[in-house]
């Protein structure tokens, strides 16, 4: 970016991949345990708020506050008898959880946490590892995850099982393609699809340069790229299939979903883990993308050690305390929304705003290089915009049509109706037999006629 | 209505929000109890005269009345040297199988001497078929002052006429 300032302790993708074996697997195995802990706090933590949502006070029994909830369902789930149902595929139906479970924590190795810190003397960033391609490892692993549902619902030789894990599928491959469009915008500004570099690149915001007009620009995407936020946060609840997009496991209509069959046992517990962990990791990764990842929010930024040493974490845990109380909050307020609206949604809506926005802030980043030839550019954006107005008004045009042939085809249905009462051989008596009526006034009071 | 009718598909954020800052009005329960209504059918009593004499006449009619069957009475007679009630008869065995039992009242209904009522109390949850049927000594009501636990004579005055007159106004 134009005038940043990158603090030494700021983490480069160059600081990754140096720190010794032991580092690395005491990082690993803190990130595992965190994110155990995180879920069980987590569920303790959605039942607290949504009950206070609904007027109530929620788990208060086992432990203070009802703490210990979690742990206590956890112990139960652990000591349930393990079914396997007679009928199921005994090899998919078993695996389904761990496919489902294990992406889930792996997409959580390249979320940054800090920056870098002294470890046992070694300098290190707070983050696993990062990649030139991080934001799409995350991606990549939420698709291998969709395998997990599907081969629950598969595996489990159950119609609702197998309805859920279709609908799960499609819904989350539905919604992937509008995630990542809006991880577009941020690719663009960012220029690195390294999640510690993007949240380097929200340090501090650029100037933007219009005309000689220099506007200083706000740090965080979440404010720069506000609609690829917005739909970022609406695919993050249709990625996690949680409310109100939380149709794979609609009770209502399926039972439990693709999770039917798998009764209240430790292959259940790894689903609601991994559920939980998927939440996380698509917080994790709004904060990372849009929200200035782990630096301090800013009336503390002003303090000068807000954004060092192990500080940081604690706005990242605090962060995500807020993304995770969103979802908790959407839960509480929206309800389910039907099949077709879900797709009509991904489809119709979020990713042609979503392809149109990226044309803006493409042409924006494309005028702010140096020595760009604006005309040409100017020229190919407008090609662009005619050419997406063509399509709307042949769209239009050929949706008007069909429109009018629709009415026009119910109407002469109708002229049909009334020309020839036995439509086509049923014998339907007449809409004015002289018997209805009566010959000279009307007999039947009630009636359509 | 409106302006802000274009919000209408997100004024439910607002609700629950709103709703997290209210007073919750669960009743915690086995902690904190609140007094039923006043007329709430509990957990039924039988009633007894002033003198400490049952009002039970051993009738049956709260069973007949019954739908769950739930009452079982057996009557007896009284006999002047063991007597348990005014009159003829005496309801030797009552149970009442909370079981079975759906609250509802009817036997209340039925009841000719105002000897069956129903208190207030519904902690009525135990472990065992046995401790649930209630017996005629767990529901008869507890003996008052000037009571003295049956059998003995009637003792409000010198008549039936006597002893019904100063038991309605007393009892």
Known sequence: MNARTLLAADPTLADFGKDPLWISIIKAVVIFVVLMLGVLFGVWFERKLISRMQNRYGPNRAGKFGLLQSVADGLKMGLKEDLMPRTVDKVIYFIAPV????????????????????????????????????????????????????????????????????????????????????????????????????????????????????????????????????????????????????????EGELVGG???????????????????????????????????????????SMWDGANTGWWPLLWFFLKMVLVFSFFVWCRASLPRIRYDQLMALGWKILIPINLAWILLVATVRALQIQDVNRSVVLILAALVMVGCLGIWWRFDSVLQKRKEDKAAQIQAEFEQLQAEPTAGGFPVPPLDLPHYHGVARKEVSSGSN | MGATDWLNPIKGFGV????????????????????????????????????????????????????????????????????????????????????????????????????????????????????????????????????????????????????????????
């Open chain 2, 16 to 171: 629950t929000f709103h709703t997290m800052f209210k007073k919750v009005e669960t009743v915690n329960y086995p902690e904190e109890k609140r007094p039923t209504a006043p007329r709430f059918h509990g957990r039924h009593q039988l009633n007894r005269w002033p003198d400490g004499l049952e009002k039970c006449v051993g009738c049956e009619l709260c069973a007949w009345a019954c739908p769950a069957d739930a009452i079982f009475v057996e009557g007896a007679d009284n006999t002047d040297e063991e007597r348990y009630s005014p009159g003829e008869r005496y309801g030797r065995t009552y149970q009442i199988n909370y079981l079975r039992c759906i609250l509802c009242g009817l036997c209340i209904e039925a009841c000719p001497t105002r000897a069956l009522t129903m208190t207030n109390e519904y902690e009525l949850a135990d472990s065992s078929r046995e401790s649930l049927i209630y017996t005629k000594e767990m529901l008869l009501a507890p003996l008052g002052s000037g009571m003295e636990a049956p059998p003995h004579p009637m003792r409000l005055g010198e008549t039936e006429e006597d002893y019904y007159r100063l038991g309605r106004n007393n009892g």
């Open chain 1, 99 to 250: 496919v489902l479970g294990v992406p889930a924590f792996l997409a959580f190795s390249v979320i940054p946490m800090g920056p870098k810190v002294s470890m046992f003397g070694v300098e290190t960033p707070l983050q696993l590892t990062d990649l030139p391609v991080a934001v799409l490892l995350v991606l990549a692993m939420a698709s291998i995850g969709v395998y997990g549902i599907v081969l629950a619902g598969w595996g489990s030789r159950s119609p609702y099982a197998v309805l859920g894990g279709l609908r799960a599928s499609a819904q989350v491959v539905s919604y992937e393609i509008a995630m990542g469009l809006s991880f577009v915008g941020v690719f663009l500004f960012a220029g690195t699809l390294s999640t510690s570099e993007i949240v380097a690149a929200q340090a501090s915001g650029g100037v933007l340069n219009l005309g000689g007009l220099q506007i200083p620009m706000p740090s965080w995407y979440m404010i720069l790229l506000i609609p690829s936020f917005l739909i970022y946060i609406v695919t993050m609840l249709g990625e996690t299939n949680r409310v109100p997009f939380d149709l794979p496991e609609g």
């Open chain 1, 258 to 300: 693709f999770q039917t069959e798998y009764s209240n046992s430790l292959k259940f517990a790894i689903i609601m883990l991994a559920e939980y962990v998927n939440v996380f990791v698509v917080s994790a990764v709004s904060i990372t993308l849009f929200m200035g990842g782990w630096r301090a929010p800013w009336p503390i």
